[in-house]
């Protein structure tokens, strides 16, 4: 058995171009245990499922790439294993789980003396996949069975003093432990980040900790998992200066088709190998929702579950148009509650096109500035000739008042179904035949991006959906486009315009 003085003084090779990661962290050494892995893996270890199984394991060439990148070595820290964390994201079918029990095997085999092994996930079910398949590996060889004592969620060795168990967000947390290794198998789903914090805090008096995320990508990127990938993506592109954390990443590129048997293989490299069936995939494409296919087949973050836009086509709709000081112009207003953002849209008719301008307002953690937002439609009324200002009374009644008294065109938008439901769709139509032109501001397209369809009674509507990100400057956004497409304006009631 290898042991954990063995270094493989070896090249990390760059990719081949047809299984190449999208993000990758840039090497910096030729030292790596990459191929100690590697050696131990294929000698021990067998493969458990599909068509091979029952034969020795034999590592593609993406994945001995990817283990000789994990386990590089950094010459400037004492030749000490370079990363502590790292993120790999890859769609399924792509042998994440053999990964991760490999890694999982050698840890507990020929780590460090006492090492302290963890499978991770976000309910214990999850945590016990790369878990049982360590487990089966162990018990289908007799040398590595003969050295350990396996129980229901941990693996013993004597010989080492090494231990691996099963943790998991929904039992008790781990503190008090001291982890050599850890696999977070989905991180994605992981609810939040305090088993993750718990385990990276323990780790701090281990010599070589590494903590490895393997995930399919998800859909918040306000969570622990979609900030990793965004911090990853810095650190790979050398906008943040960080050594320690690893990041690769395989998906397809954003406003791609799904039918696009090129992103197919962009994606998956275990379908560049010849490892996936590429009929399995146009099946998959045609019977599951689009967003669905984008997480789990082409690796792609979504914006909610199940996104109210076609990908690429908000990034179609940016363009130089801007609005015209003086010309006809419609707003719309979502007025914030204590933790939201406040959405200030304006929509001008510019021939076909539909150009808009947005003003977002972060309100602090105390209080909602009224009297900003009051102060900004009072320029706008200066700057444009305001035909309506909508805004939901529910929140913006007192103010909606007031700016009234001063000459704003105030017009009632009461943000039901009924309202609501096809103003959202008129939206869409917009949209996606590329009559809205915006200046591709990111906190407007982020509010955009974010917005999720919710079912009613009456047909669809936005909504957060489980996402915590924000969509007020998209609610503002519906308004403002379902009020300057309306072909005849409304009956005036007291005061208001109520549509």
């Known amino acids: 058995m290898p042991n954990s003085t063995t270094r493989s003084q070896r090249v990390v090779r760059p990719p081949a171009h047809n299984w190449k990661p999208a993000f990758a962290t840039p090497s910096i050494s ?21 068509f091979k199984a029952g034969g020795m394991l034999e590592f593609t060439d993406w994945q001995k790439w990817l283990l000789r990148c994990l386990y590089e070595r950094n010459p400037k820290d004492g030749n000490r294993l370079r990363y502590r964390r790292a993120l790999i994201s890859l769609p399924r079918k792509n042998g994440k789980s053999l990964l ?22 976000g309910d214990r079910q999850q945590a016990r996949i790369v878990f049982g398949e360590t487990k089966q590996q162990i018990l289908n060889n007799p040398l590595l069975a003969a050295e350990c004592k396996v129980y229901r969620d941990a693996i013993e060795v004597p010989l080492f003093g090494s231990v691996y168990r099963v943790l998991s967000s929904d039992g008790k947390l781990a503190q008090g432990l001291n982890p050599s290794t850890v696999i977070f198998d989905e991180i994605h789903v992981q609810p939040n980040s305090e088993l993750y914090d718990a385990l990276s805090l323990g780790s701090g008096n281990r010599l070589e900790p590494l903590i490895i995320g393997i995930t399919t990508p998800g859909f918040d990127l306000d969570s622990l ?9 810095q650190v790979a592109a050398g906008e943040v200066d960080d050594p320690t954390f690893g990041f690769w990443c395989w998906e397809a590129d954003a406003d791609c088709s799904i039918f696009d048997e090129a992103q197919w293989q962009k994606a998956n490299p275990n379908l560049a190998e010849g490892l996936l069936d590429p009929r399995d995939m146009e ?3 045609k019977q599951t929702s689009e967003a669905a296919f984008r997480r789990f087949r082409l690796g792609q973050w979504v914006r909610a579950q199940e996104s109210w836009l076609p990908v690429g086509a908000w990034e ?56 900003a937002v009051e102060s900004y439609l009072r320029e706008l009324h200066m700057t ?8 939901d009374p529910a929140y913006f009644q007192r103010s909606a008042e007031i700016l009234h008294d001063d000459g704003l065109p105030m017009v009632e938008f009461p943000q039901s179904a009924n309202r609501m439901v096809p103003a959202c769709g008129q939206a869409y139509e917009l949209i996606v035949s590329r009559r809205v032109r ?7 397209t982020d509010q955009v991006l974010s917005a999720a369809q919710r079912m009613t009674d009456n047909g669809w509507r936005l909504s ?4 915590r990100r924000k969509i007020d400057a998209c609610i503002a956004l519906v308004m403002a486009l379902d009020r300057a497409t309306q072909r005849t304006p409304e009956a005036q009631v007291p005061m208001f315009f109520n549509v």
């Open 225 to 233: 998992c979609g900030q990793m990938y965004q911090y990853g993506k």
């Open 464 to 467: 957060k959906g489980k996402s």
């Open 316 to 371: 179609q709709c940016t363009g130089t148009e801007r609005l015209i000081p003086g010309e006809p112009t419609w707003v719309g207003v979502d007025m914030a509650l204590k933790h939201d953002s406040i959405g200030i849209v304006a929509v001008q008719k510019q021939g076909d096109l539909l150009v808009t301008g947005a003003h977002i307002i972060h309100p602090d953690s105390q209080n909602v500035d009224v009297a």
């Open 100 to 121: 991760g029990s490999s890694i999982a095997l050698y840890s507990l085999f020929a780590g460090e003396p006492g090492a302290e092994v963890y499978s991770a996930a």
């Open 384 to 391: 444009y000739q305001l035909k309506e200002v909508a805004f």
């Open 283 to 285: 099946s998959a494409a």
């Open 30 to 50: 030729k030292v790596t245990d990459g191929d100690d892995i590697i050696e131990f893996a294929e000698n021990y270890c067998t493969v458990t499922k599909g």
């Open 438 to 444: 915006h200046d591709g501001s990111p906190t407007f």
